[in-house]
């Protein structure tokens, strides 16, 4: 196998992946694989099972049916292991308020076991990536909701994971701080050897950060590729990802009270 076969070796692997909730089925027969070095984007609507994907992919949900792999690790067999390969950002808040952002740094690192003289050079590589370098001595509650996204991200990389999950990253922020966001999750693609999985509302977003997307509906996969095959798929020369997230979701909104509930507590918080 040449060393290019090498770099494209799928580090997720899903097959016939279910999980449900009661008569509830939120992920049905679910069949996906991305490559290493991948930005993969999962869109769909609220409801659609991006969030319950995510989830267990990171081990904190077991699937009902079905096997994934992360790095080449069952997501249910080896979670340890599994967990020391991924960095993950929620929705909901994983930065302390009352600490400042490097002791909030600190802390992680002593969390994911770096080993103590590495401890201080990652952090201040991981404050520079994400330009939170004046910040960082600050208390968070004093931080905009883009530098609290920034400074989780700073986190959950400091373990030098190999895959990142990001649920909905910008979910909440203004468009200026969404913007930064993006520069910086793509810095830190170009500077790291290192697979980004991100599930997004945002079209923009997608097109924007996405090497590669997957859109669900009501738990099953519906539609996957680059942002421009997607868009071709239509065929029309106008084409846009709203148009494409449109056609493949019959234009449905999704979503239960609880995932609007969710969506807006974590507005409040980052706006």
Request: net charge positive; glycine share 10%.
């Amino acid at each position: 196998m040449n060393g290019e076969s090498d770099q494209r070796m799928a580090i997720v692997e899903i097959e016939s992946l279910k999980r449900s909730f009661g008569s509830t089925v939120a992920v049905d027969a679910l069949n996906l694989s991305i490559d290493a070095g991948d930005v993969f984007g999962l869109l769909g609507p609220n409801g659609a099972g991006k969030t319950t994907t995510i989830k267990i992919l990171t081990t904190l949900l077991r699937p009902t049916a079905g096997q994934a792999r992360v790095a080449g690790y069952d997501v249910v067999r080896q979670a340890g292991e599994v967990r020391r390969a991924i960095g993950y950002v929620p929705q909901l808040l994983s930065a302390d308020g009352s600490l400042t952002g490097y002791e909030n740094l600190l802390m992680f690192t002593k969390l994911y076991d770096v080993p103590r003289n590495d401890r201080s050079p990652r952090i201040a590589h991981a404050v520079t990536l994400m330009g939170l370098g004046e910040a960082a001595g600050k208390l968070v509650r004093t931080y905009s909701g883009g530098m609290i996204r920034r400074l989780e991200i700073a986190q959950s990389m400091l373990h030098r994971p190999q895959v990142l999950f990001l649920d909905e990253p910008t979910v909440g922020l203004d468009p200026s701080a969404r913007r930064t966001v993006w520069e910086y999750v793509t810095r830190l693609r170009r500077t790291h050897e290192m697979t980004i999985f991100l599930t997004t509302h945002l079209m923009e977003e997608a097109e924007r950060l996405c090497t590669t997307i997957a859109i669900m509906h009501r738990g099953r996969l519906v539609a996957r590729g680059t942002p421009a095959r997607l868009k071709a798929s239509l065929q029309r020369q106008d084409a846009t990802l709203d148009d494409v997230f449109i056609h493949y979701t019959d234009g449905m909104e999704g979503g239960s009270y609880h995932d609007v509930s969710r969506a807006r507590r974590t507005a409040k918080r980052l706006g």
